[in-house]
C-alpha cells in the first residue's frame, strides 16, 4: 500500500508533497492512492511521520500536505496509528534512520531494500528488481518454493530483499537495513457456549462491523463469487447490507467441476440479486501469451498462480467503476481444527516435496531462515495476502477480507469444536438464509486443476523445452532438468510441479534482466495471432 526510495541524505526534509507522492530531494514516499485509503504527515520540526492507512467510518479524511505539529501532538498521532484498527503502514524520519512500522492486517505486505545510503521499498518486490542480483539469490529459500513449504517470514527469495509481515518494524540507518518481529500474538482456547449463545446472529454482527468499519462506498463494491462456503458468507453480508444490487464476479474453472461451478453460482446471484460478470479462466490459462507473464512484464514468482484470469475479471471490474473488491479469503482458517482436535493424517496421505529437485536441493528445504511468531491473522491468510494482493493494487483495486478480522478469528478460536468441524458455522448459515442444501454441499470438488491441467498442456511444455537447456534453476544445482522433462504432463500434480519451476524461472529471468528464449516468446505470440 506504499512505495518508496528514500536517502539518508534527505532525512532531514523539508518534505512535501506534489499531489501524488512526498518528495525531499532525491527522496520519493508515494502511497497507494484510492478512495479507500487516506494518507497522512506529520512533522515536528525535526521528525517527519508519513502513512498511508485504510479510512474508518465517521474518521475525518486526512490532509497529505506536511502538517506542523508540537512534539506532544506527533507522538499522540503516532500512537494513534500504531493502535489503527485497520490496516496501516507508516514511515517516520527521525535523526539519523527512517523507521518502518507495519499493520496487523498484512493485507499488501511491503518489501524493503537497502544499500550505499538508500532505501527503497513497494507493495510488489518488482518495484525493488534494480536492487537484485543473482548472487543475493537465496538457495534454500528457492528450494523451499520450488516445493512448495511457504511459510510466513521477513525472509524472500534474495537475501538483500526482506518483507515487513503483520506489526514488525523496519530501521535503516548508516549501517544498513535491520528488521525486528514482534512478540507472538495472544490466541485464544475454545469455550463452553452459553446455553442462549446464538452464534449465527454473532458471527453475522462481526462480519457486519468489519464492513461498515470501513468508510468505502458500497456502490464501488464487487464481491468475488468462487462457489465456495467463504466467500458465499461474505456475499450474503453484503447483500444484507446494501440497498441495491452487489456486484459481483468469478472465475469459471472448466470441465464438469466448472458446469457445476456455473450452476452453483447461477442460484446463488438469482437468490442474492447479484450483477454478476464471469471470466472463463480456461481463456487466460497461466502462462498464456496474451498474459502478462509471457508478454514480457517482471513478475514476482510468488505471484497469483492465477493471476491472468483474475486481472481479466479485475479489468471489467474497473470498467465499471467497482475499486473495491470483498473476498472470502481467511475462511479456512476460522474452522480450521486444532492438532489435538483432529484425527491423525496417514503416513501415505502426507504430500510428496521436491520431487523435481535434486539431493543438494532436497538438502536445503531443511534449511533455517527467521520464521515470523505467531500472527494475529492466521498464517495462510497472509500468505494468500502476499499472493494475491499484487495483482488487486496493480489493477487499481483495494481488496478487504472481513473473514480476516482480528475479532473474528478471535470469536472462531472461542467457538466449541463442533461449530468448526465439517465447516458447521459456514453452511448452517448459508442454509439458514435459505440456500439449499445440495449448494451448500456440492456433488464435486470446485478447484483449478483442470485449469491447469491445460496450461501444462497447452503452453507448459513448449516453455520447458525452451527453458531448459540454460536453465538457471539447473545451473544453480536446484532442479533435475530431467525430472522437469518427464513430469511436464497432464497429471494434475505432475502440472503443479512442472508449473513452479516454469514459474520461478521464467520470473527470476525477469527479475534479474536475464535472457528469455526469443523462439518461445515469438512461437506463443504467433499462436496468440492465429485465428
Not at 32 to 48: E, I, K, P, Q, V
Request: charged share 25%; net charge neutral; proline share 7%.
Amino acid at each position: 500500500m506504499i512505495a518508496f526510495r528514500v536517502s539518508l541524505a534527505d532525512l532531514a526534509g523539508p518534505w512535501d508533497w506534489n499531489g501524488r507522492e512526498w518528495t525531499a530531494g532525491d527522496s520519493r514516499i508515494s502511497p497507494f492512492c484510492h478512495s479507500a485509503l487516506d494518507h497522512l504527515c506529520r512533522t515536528d520540526g525535526s521528525r517527519y511521520l508519513f502513512a498511508v492507512r485504510e479510512r474508518l467510518n465517521g474518521a475525518p479524511t486526512e490532509n497529505s500536505r506536511p502538517s506542523r505539529q508540537t512534539p506532544e501532538m506527533y507522538d499522540r498521532v503516532a500512537d494513534e496509528l500504531r493502535a489503527w484498527p485497520l490496516e496501516f503502514f507508516m514511515i517516520e524520519a527521525v535523526r539519523s534512520e527512517y523507521r518502518f512500522r507495519a499493520g496487523r492486517w498484512g493485507t499488501a505486505p511491503v518489501y524493503v531494500c537497502g544499500r550505499d545510503g538508500v532505501a527503497a521499498g513497494s507493495w510488489t518486490p518488482v518495484g525493488l528488481a534494480e536492487f537484485l542480483t543473482v548472487d543475493q539469490l537465496d538457495h534454500g529459500a528457492v528450494a523451499r518454493h520450488l516445493a512448495g513449504r511457504h511459510s510466513y517470514s521477513s525472509s524472500t527469495l534474495f537475501t538483500g530483499m526482506n518483507v515487513l509481515t503483520e506489526r514488525s518494524t523496519g530501521r535503516f540507518d548508516e549501517s544498513g537495513l535491520t528488521v525486528t518481529y514482534p512478540n507472538d500474538a495472544f490466541h485464544a482456547a475454545p469455550r463452553r457456549l452459553r446455553p442462549d449463545a446464538d452464534v449465527l446472529a454473532a458471527y453475522d454482527t462481526i462480519v457486519r462491523n468489519a464492513v461498515k468499519q470501513r468508510a468505502a462506498s458500497l456502490g464501488q463494491v464487487v464481491v468475488e463469487v468462487s462457489g465456495g462456503l467463504d466467500s458465499a458468507n461474505v456475499a450474503v453480508s453484503l447483500a444484507r447490507l446494501a440497498d441495491r444490487p452487489v456486484a459481483s464476479y468469478g472465475l469459471i474453472v472448466g470441465g464438469a467441476p466448472g458446469a457445476q461451478q456455473r450452476q452453483r453460482r447461477t442460484e446463488l446471484i438469482n437468490l442474492l440479486g447479484l450483477n454478476d460478470l464471469t471470466v472463463d479462466a480456461l481463456d487466460w490459462l497461466p502462462l498464456c501469451p496474451k498474459g502478462r507473464r509471457v508478454a514480457g512484464e517482471v513478475f514476482w514468482p510468488f505471484d497469483e498462480p492465477y493471476s491472468e484470469a483474475i486481472g481479466a475479471a479485475l479489468a471489467q471490474c474497473t470498467e465499471a467503476g467497482k475499486t473495491i473488491v470483498y473476498t472470502g479469503i481467511g475462511g479456512d482458517e476460522l474452522m480450521s481444527l486444532r492438532e489435538f482436535e483432529r484425527s491423525p493424517r496417514p503416513v501415505d496421505m502426507q504430500p510428496e516435496l521436491g520431487r523435481l529437485l535434486t539431493d543438494h536441493g532436497r538438502s536445503l528445504l531443511d534449511s533455517q531462515y527467521p520464521a515470523a511468531p505467531a500472527p494475529v491473522i492466521p498464517e495462510p491468510s497472509l500468505l494468500a495476502f502476499a499472493c494475491r494482493s499484487p495483482v488487486f493494487l496493480r489493477a487499481g483495486v483495494w481488496p478487504v477480507s472481513p473473514l480476516c478480522a482480528p475479532e473474528m478469528v478471535r470469536f472462531c478460536e472461542w467457538l466449541p469444536v463442533e461449530w468448526r468441524r465439517g465447516r458447521r458455522l459456514h453452511r448452517q448459515r448459508l442454509t439458514d438464509a435459505g440456500i439449499p442444501s445440495g449448494w451448500v454441499e456440492p456433488a464435486l470438488r470446485e478447484n483449478f486443476a483442470p485449469v491447469m491441467a491445460q496450461a501444462m498442456t497447452e503452453h507448459g511444455r513448449r516453455l520447458a523445452d525452451a527453458l531448459l537447456p540454460d536453465s538457471l534453476l539447473v545451473q544453480l544445482g536446484l532442479v533435475e532438468p530431467a525430472a522437469v522433462a518427464g513430469r511436464s504432463g497432464t497429471e494434475a500434480r505432475a502440472g503443479v510441479d512442472c508449473y513452479e519451476f516454469l514459474n520461478v524461472e521464467l520470473g527470476l529471468r525477469r527479475l534479474l534482466r536475464l535472457a528469455v528464449p526469443d523462439g518461445w516468446v515469438s512461437e506463443a505470440r504467433s499462436r496468440l495471432a492465429t485465428p
